[in-house]
């Protein structure tokens, strides 16, 4: 990545709980935090496929309750070709997406060159693969997307810190 990160893409699945989870975090931090490091920063998601065509209930909430966003008109996406070569960064929420998106998408110069784990772009410790949150019990679904949003946090942090390096 030699040029600053404008674009930034969280995929996961199926586009309707950790991926709209760590984009509307990344949009609150945005909002709320780092408007003017951020002000030409833009955060999307998208999934392989996306069954609910919304974000799950629990996400909503979780974004409503912990970041003050509202969710309730989130219309998830399945990712393109066109949205891909869009994007500076792409973080991925486990290692069998960014294995899919190899495979998916092996026409997309240097797409694997802006794609990595969210987890791993955060530099966090330990387990990097977020497990799917869906069926899962509340106090499940609520801890996983927490470790989202520490990985979007750190990722957020990090991404300022490169765009500031490339001044």
């Given at each position: 990545m030699s040029n600053k990160i404008k674009n930034v893409l969280f995929i996961c699945f199926g586009n309707t709980a950790r991926s709209?989870?760590?984009?509307?975090?990344?949009?609150?931090?945005?909002?709320?935090?780092?408007?003017?490091?951020?002000?030409?920063?833009?955060?999307?998601?998208?999934g392989f496929f996306n069954v609910y065509k919304t974000a799950q209930p629990e996400t909503k909430k979780y974004l409503k309750e912990h970041w003050n966003i509202d969710f309730s008109d989130f219309k998830g996406k399945i990712m393109d070709e066109n949205l891909l070569k869009n994007q500076d960064l792409i973080l991925a929420m486990q290692s069998r997406h960014l294995k899919r998106l190899r495979r998916k998408f092996k026409n997309i110069n240097g797409l694997m060159e802006r794609a990595y784990l969210l987890l791993d772009?955060?530099?966090?410790?330990?387990?990097?693969?977020?497990?799917?949150?869906?069926?899962?019990?509340?106090e499940e679904y609520e801890h996983l997307i927490s470790i989202v949003e520490q990985g979007?946090?750190?990722?957020?942090?990090r991404i300022i810190k490169t765009n500031l390096d490339k001044n």
């Open positions: 709209p989870a760590a984009e509307g975090i990344a949009k609150a931090l945005k909002r709320d935090k780092y408007s003017e490091e951020l002000k030409n920063v833009d955060f999307d998601s998208a772009y955060a530099e966090e410790e330990g387990e990097h693969d977020i497990e799917d949150p869906v069926n899962l019990s509340v979007v946090i750190k990722s957020v942090q």
